[in-house]
């Protein structure tokens, strides 16, 4: 292959000086000799070609770079500058090969794309053969219906706990995307207890037939809904905070999660509340109880988002501090927000951070004592 770079090399005038007629066919040359040879190209080939198509990239017509993203998409050696350019383009005819096919592009590239690109960009990404939990994080939190949909239905893809909770706080008023979700084998127990929660009666059917194994579980979800809704159509005026049946708040302390959380939260358990947060944190209670009562509600939120907790459960533990007067109910709608804005990776690096202070605050009467002189005898 040294011939053919050096041929490249000598390109560099018509990059310069030629029109983009003729880049555009200068590039058709360059990237059929890249293709022919690529499985036998050395790293340092490899990037002289990348130099040279990512310069010519720039001087031509979007058709053409979107034949050229087309061509490299599938190559797992493809120049890595240059895929990467073509899945930033604006243009999604350019941008969607690459980002659908390309394994040249890592987590961190998709992340980065999918956070600062349009619906046709997280949708080409959605499409991947394989899709990693930090992926997906973003393709739910950002993405339209369409991304949605296209993401559950991705059997190569991937969710975290928090993922699987923004799909179930959205599949309001969508029934495929609820059926879609509750396909996924894998989501946690609690999750899809909230899903069947929130689903109409034709998509717990649907689930009911899917999952027969579930047919009790479901049995007991709809029970439990169905008494709810009862329940507060007779009685609207008693106070939301109904204690809990002997033995159930012992239960949802002993199995923490969004589900159990939330039922504490709405039954008014502040100190359980407070207990069960630090616990699913791994931080002090004095500290998860200095978030829970003081006047600003961004370090429980951010406490709240790392560990993946839905918004309902949110909203009940806020309604918590809306009782006791630390904030006005007004405030809820702001806190919601705020909720939707804050990624769950900058959260957890929040909760890191508090997490090592906290740490590090406990360890400080022990180092200031190992700096006291000895004593005189």
Not at 16 to 39: H, P, Q
Not at 88 to 98: G, K, M, T, Y
Not at 147 to 171: D, H, P, W, Y
Not at 300 to 324: C, E, F, N, Q, Y
């Amino acid at each position: 292959m040294s011939a053919d770079v050096k041929f490249i090399g000598e390109v560099e005038n018509a990059i310069a000086n030629g029109s983009v007629g003729r880049c555009e066919e200068i590039l058709g040359r360059v990237t059929e000799l890249f293709i022919a040879g690529a499985t036998q190209l050395s790293d340092e080939e490899v990037a002289v070609f990348d130099d040279v198509i990512t310069r010519l990239a720039v001087e031509i017509e979007i058709s053409a770079r979107a034949l050229l993203s087309i061509r490299l998409a599938p190559i797992p050696n493809a120049p890595p500058r240059t895929i990467r350019t073509l899945a930033f383009d604006d243009a999604i005819e350019v941008a969607e090969p690459v980002l659908s096919q390309s394994p040249r592009l890592s987590d961190s590239d998709l992340v980065e794309n999918a956070r600062i690109k349009g619906q046709g960009h997280l949708l080409a990404i959605s499409r991947r053969r394989h899709l990693s939990e930090v992926v997906t994080d973003v393709l739910v939190e950002r993405g339209d219906q369409q991304v949605l949909m296209s993401t559950v239905e991705n059997r190569g893809a991937k969710f975290s706990n928090t993922g699987f909770s923004i799909l179930v706080q959205r599949t309001e008023g969508d029934e495929g995307l609820a059926v879609q979700i509750g396909e996924r084998t894998e989501i946690p127990p609690h999750l899809f207890r909230q899903l069947l929660a929130r689903a109409s009666l034709s998509v717990r059917r649907k689930l009911k037939a899917l999952h027969p194994e579930l047919s009790r579980e479901i049995h007991e979800v709809v029970e439990e809904v169905s008494s709810r809704i009862e329940s507060e159509t007779l009685t609207p005026s008693v106070d939301r905070h109904v204690a809990p049946e002997p033995g159930s708040m012992a239960r949802c302390i002993g199995q923490l999660d969004d589900y159990n959380l939330g039922k504490l939260a709405v039954a008014g358990a502040f100190a359980e509340v407070t207990s069960a947060l630090a616990s699913m944190a791994d931080l002090p209670s004095s500290y998860v109880e200095r978030s829970m009562t003081g006047r600003r509600s961004d370090g429980l939120l951010a406490l709240a988002r790392a560990v993946g907790l839905s918004w309902p459960t949110v909203k009940a533990i806020l309604m918590l501090r809306v009782d006791r007067r630390i904030i006005l109910e007004t405030e809820i709608g702001y806190c919601l927000a705020c909720y939707e804005r804050l990624r769950p990776e900058t959260a957890q690096q929040i909760l890191r951070f508090y997490r090592e202070r906290e740490k590090g605050d406990a360890m400080a009467p022990h180092k200031e004592r190992s700096k006291l002189p000895p004593r005189e005898h």
